[in-house]
């Protein structure tokens, strides 16, 4: 059992950064792949970013490449996601999730075991 708890949400202006963290409990954190989520009204869920549980593989979106940056340490059982020349389509809110393994489906919501319960970006104009 894995319980996820994110942070850092906030409101912020367009060309800002932002940091989220997602602090995960249990001993099995090192062999789970942590990926993050967002979801914005009236849409679906959709994937960020993920990071395989040695933090040596990294995978993004195509509209974050270059601006976000996904890490991990595991001593602390956290995932970070560092995000950088914000827009305001970035706005939603976002998650974290773990699941075993890697491949095509991380990018499925469905794929994933355990998730956050989300926290709120807002990027204004």
């Known amino acids: 059992q894995v319980q996820l708890v994110e942070s850092g949400g906030g409101l912020v202006q367009a060309g800002g950064s932002l940091g989220l963290s997602c602090a995960a409990s249990?001993?099995?954190?090192?062999?789970?792949?942590m990926s993050w989520f967002r979801q914005a009204p009236g849409k679906e869920r959709e994937f960020q970013a993920a990071i395989t549980w040695s933090g040596g593989t990294r995978r993004y979106a195509d509209s974050v490449e270059g601006r976000f940056t996904i890490s991990r340490d595991n001593a602390k059982s956290t995932v970070y996601l560092q995000m950088n020349i914000l827009k305001p389509e970035d706005t939603a809110i976002y998650y974290c999730?773990?699941?075993?393994?890697?491949?095509?489906?991380?990018?499925?919501?469905?794929?994933?075991?355990?998730w956050g319960q989300g926290t709120q970006v807002t990027v204004s104009s």
């Open positions: 249990g001993r099995t954190f090192s062999t789970y792949t």
């Open positions: 999730a773990a699941v075993r393994g890697w491949g095509d489906r991380i990018t499925a919501p469905t794929a994933y075991d355990y």
